[in-house]
């Protein structure tokens, strides 16, 4: 099935070349070369990915991620793309709500895998039939609200974080290799990515842990993985 891709890129090679690529894989596309007119499109109609470009003119990619996100729009996948090789470049725009990234220059090949794993999460997520809460000792986790609460307060999760989360509490107690976490929350099994679950496992543990630094939810298993730790109610 078709899907509807917004690519907001200003460099107009590197965007129609995406483009053309997308377009053999029978998805429709929508190119917009500037901040201000992707965020405008993106408000004028449904995307099912938005592929957005850090650096942009008149609005940066990271506020554009900012007010998709502020929109109340916690599901529509972002890729983003930059040209920084700083990790704190990537870091604040997963933090604002990008589920993914990739480094300029990158592989065609390596592009079009991350937006079939971002399509596969959002198909996936539309076919729950019926929302389900989880609930722990201190914890609630309502996947129909796509909400979590620690001892009455809400927390601000970035949408790959929830879906984080929302894994390992589906698998309370078992240990996960970061190989495994980042095949099965973001689709993908490519060596050397382990660093995004990481830094994602970090940021996770910021907002939900009491004491990041003595995590009581999600415990390190050394030289393994993780685990999901709590006390189901």
Not at 184 to 193: L, P, R, S, T
């Amino acid at each position: 099935m078709n899907k509807q891709i917004l690519i907001i890129e200003d460099d107009e090679d590197i965007a129609e070349l995406i483009r053309l690529h997308l377009a053999d894989l029978g998805h429709e596309t929508m190119v917009c070369h500037d901040g201000e007119a992707g965020w405008k499109s993106y408000r004028q109609r449904r995307f099912d990915v938005v592929i957005l470009d850090l650096m942009l003119p008149l609005m940066d990619g990271l506020e554009v991620c900012k007010r998709i996100r502020a929109d109340g729009n916690s599901y529509t996948p972002i890729l983003m793309l930059t040209s920084k090789s700083s990790e704190m470049d990537r870091v604040l725009g997963l933090e604002i709500g990008a589920d993914d990234y990739l480094t300029k220059p990158f592989s065609l090949m390596e592009l079009l895998a991350r937006i079939k794993a971002l399509l596969r999460r959002t198909d996936a997520m539309s076919g729950v039939a019926e929302s389900k809460k989880y609930l722990f000792k201190g914890l609630r986790i309502d996947t129909g609200r796509r909400e979590v609460v620690r001892d009455g307060e809400l927390l601000e999760l970035t949408p790959k974080e929830f879906d984080l989360l929302l894994y390992f509490a589906s698998h309370p107690g078992e240990v996960f290799s970061r190989m495994q976490l980042l095949e099965q929350v973001w689709g993908y099994n490519h060596e050397g990515y382990e660093h995004t679950v990481n830094s994602h496992i970090n940021r996770l543990r910021g907002k939900l842990e009491p004491d990041p630094a003595k995590p009581s939810y999600i415990k390190t298993a050394w030289g393994v993985g993780y685990r999901f730790m709590a006390e189901s109610q």
